[in-house]
């Protein structure tokens, strides 16, 4: 992962072996999102102090493997940050040399699976106490002249545990916040939820009534806006248990859509989904829109028309006192009667364009918040 720590360790690694002499020399030929060959070519030639009698690619590749190959001392190359499949040998890096050593790092499992290599290192995040005790060292919550309350602590640790063991964001998060009132911790951690969040947005919706129209519309658009959004592509579920796949991805968001459409109800798995989405929203402080689409909240508030009907079927099969039939209809109370938007006529393309402006607007908002933490 981005910020886990790569660069510094493969930098402080490059230190130690030639202090030990382990290697003689280590080149860092920069690496570029498309690799610039003819460049990387021109720095290794520069950190070998060799001059080039052709100007072609392979040409030059020739003249910088046999400097290599002539040279009697060990070298490591390590070519930082890949994000695309090359092939060393096209610069001039023999990867099959006794005293030449290269050495990738990249954020993407599939780059590496692309490219051939005899040994994998996986850099796992921190763990919990590892987050922790780095937090401290930065953040100054335990230091000698610093006595935190009990509640500061506690928002503390949600802070450290949010950064996902990442070392980058825990040294900038936690100097930030250094001597900072609790109301800043606190703004801080709704904001480390939203961005280091698996999923930004969660969508849930009745498939046949939304899935190949508004729904659809509406994901695109997200997902055109850059918005990490899950739609669930199983398609028409015919089970009342909602599956753990889904439940994961909802506790993974940072919000949740809900698209009220007319048959919504008729679904248990829709309505387990809304009991999930609504935990979540207390106990987790993320955020829930309402989109009431083609219906009246107060038909949902009130259970009338076809959310009444659809209720009183599933009285009729669970038992009208059944516990889950009562969280069903504490979710839909709840959730008609918070703040969101309402679409009954109209272009719907300017309707979603709204819906991914006003996400845009709190997007705004955390990038702004995540600039003050790094500077």
Request: hydrophobic share 35%; glycine share 6%; aromatic share 10%.
């Amino acid at each position: 992962m981005h910020g886990s720590g790569k660069t510094t360790l493969v930098r402080a690694m490059a230190e130690k072996v030639k202090y030990l002499r382990i290697f003689h020399e280590v080149f860092y030929p920069k690496v570029t999102q498309n690799p610039n060959i003819t460049k990387m070519q021109d720095e290794i030639a520069d950190s070998l102090n060799m001059k080039f009698d052709k100007n072609s690619e392979s040409g030059r590749a020739k003249g910088i493997f046999s400097t290599i190959e002539s040279m009697n001392r060990q070298i490591l190359v390590i070519f930082d940050d890949v994000r695309a499949k090359f092939n060393p040998e096209d610069i001039g890096i023999p990867c099959n040399s006794n005293h030449c050593k290269i050495l990738f790092t990249t954020c993407c499992r599939k780059d590496c699976d692309l490219m051939y290599r005899q040994k994998d290192i996986q850099l796992d995040p921190l763990s919990i106490e590892e987050s922790w005790t780095l937090f401290q060292k930065h953040s100054g919550i335990h230091g000698e002249d610093y006595s935190p309350s009990f509640d500061l602590l506690n928002v503390a640790r949600e802070v450290a545990s949010e950064c996902e063991g990442l070392p980058r964001t825990i040294k900038d998060v936690g100097s930030s916040l250094t001597s900072k009132p609790i109301e800043e911790w606190k703004t801080t951690l709704d904001s480390l939820k939203h961005s280091m969040a698996e999923w930004q947005i969660f969508l849930s919706f009745r498939g046949e009534d939304t899935r190949n129209s508004f729904t659809g519309f509406l994901y695109q658009a997200l997902s055109q806006g850059g918005f990490k959004t899950f739609l669930d592509h199983g398609g028409l579920h015919t089970g009342d248990q909602i599956s753990p796949s889904i439940l994961n991805a909802i506790e993974a968001s940072r919000l949740s859509i809900i698209i009220l459409s007319k048959n919504y109800a008729n679904s248990s798995w829709c309505l387990e989904e809304l009991v999930k989405i609504m935990e979540c929203m207390k106990l987790k402080n993320q955020l829930v829109w309402p989109i009431f689409y083609k219906v009246k909240p107060s038909d949902i508030r009130h259970l009338r028309n076809s959310y009444g009907r659809d209720m009183a079927r599933h009285e009729n099969n669970f038992e009208i006192n059944s516990e889950r039939v009562q969280k069903w209809r504490k979710a839909l109370f709840e959730v008609s009667n918070l703040s969101g938007k309402v679409y009954t006529t109209g272009y719907e393309y300017e309707f979603i364009q709204k819906i991914v402006e006003d996400a845009n607007c709190i997007r705004s908002r955390l990038q702004i918040r995540r600039t003050e933490i790094r500077t």
